[in-house]
């Protein structure tokens, strides 16, 4: 069963920084891209940012590019989204989810849309 | 970025009609659009993938058409647990990945 648990939400101030965990279980964590997509209270789906199966290639919203890093760590099943200079409206529910994605031979191709997701984890970003 | 918005914004439904929910591009996506239904408290549910393929475990009541800027979501006899929002995203053109604003169906 595939399964992916986010964790190291918290409050923080304004300015801020924290550190969020993506531990996946249950498929070939290096054969798929792993994205993060967050919900502010009330609000819909906003994406962040994704990752490949690499490792290699990182992608990010605007609204975080220069704030938000992510990486991912295939020996441990884990994706990280380091975040920095902490804003209130980053201020929401962080989901991460799995591309759905497949492989062909030695090559994996991720599809862009998500199979499976994690419960979320909040971040409050106030003073 | 690709522009979607999602209508109508809300939708009163009796359980066993049927309900079509309506997604547009601000530019052509081809068929690369997704349809997910997220339940109050959970976590979002694939459900269409390609504009009108259905992901894995999703009833034949759920439906997905079109392509270029318009899209549909259309649930045939609707259940108790259909109640919920529903979200497009579109996977042509990015970064950045992009989601319409969402469709509550509730309970008339």
């Known amino acids: 069963e595939v399964q992916l648990l986010e964790s190291g939400g918290g409050l923080v101030q304004p300015g801020g920084s924290l550190r969020l965990s993506c531990a996946a279980s249950?498929?070939?964590?290096?054969?798929?891209?792993i994205t993060w997509v967050r919900q502010a209270p009330g609000k819909g789906l906003d994406w962040v940012s994704g990752?490949?199966?690499?490792?290699?290639?990182?992608y990010y919203a605007d609204s975080v590019k220069g704030r938000f890093n992510i990486s991912r760590d295939n020996s441990k099943n884990i994706v990280y989204l380091e975040m920095n200079s902490l804003r209130p409206e980053d201020t929401a529910v962080y989901h991460c989810?799995?591309?759905?994605?497949?492989?062909?031979?030695?090559?994996?191709?991720?599809?862009?849309?998500?199979?499976?997701w994690g419960q979320g984890i909040l971040v409050t970003v106030s003073s | 970025e690709v522009v979607l918005t999602q209508s109508p914004a809300s939708l009163s439904v009796s359980p066993g009609d049927g309900a079509s929910l309506s997604c547009r591009a601000s530019q052509s996506v081809a068929s690369n659009l997704a349809w997910y239904q997220q339940r109050p408290g959970q976590a979002p549910r694939l459900l269409i993938y390609a504009a009108s393929t259905r992901a894995t475990g999703v009833p034949a009541r759920f439906s997905g058409g079109g392509s270029g800027t318009e899209f549909t979501l259309t649930i045939s006899s609707l259940q108790a647990d259909d109640f919920a929002i529903y979200y497009c995203q579109q996977y042509s053109r990015w970064p950045p990945l992009t989601f319409g604003g969402g469709t509550k169906v509730e309970i008339k």
């Open positions: 990752i490949s199966g690499s490792g290699q290639i990182p």
């Open positions: 249950g498929f070939t964590f290096s054969n798929h891209a």
């Open positions: 989810a799995k591309d759905r994605g497949y492989c062909s031979g030695t090559s994996c191709y991720a599809v862009r849309y998500f199979d499976h």
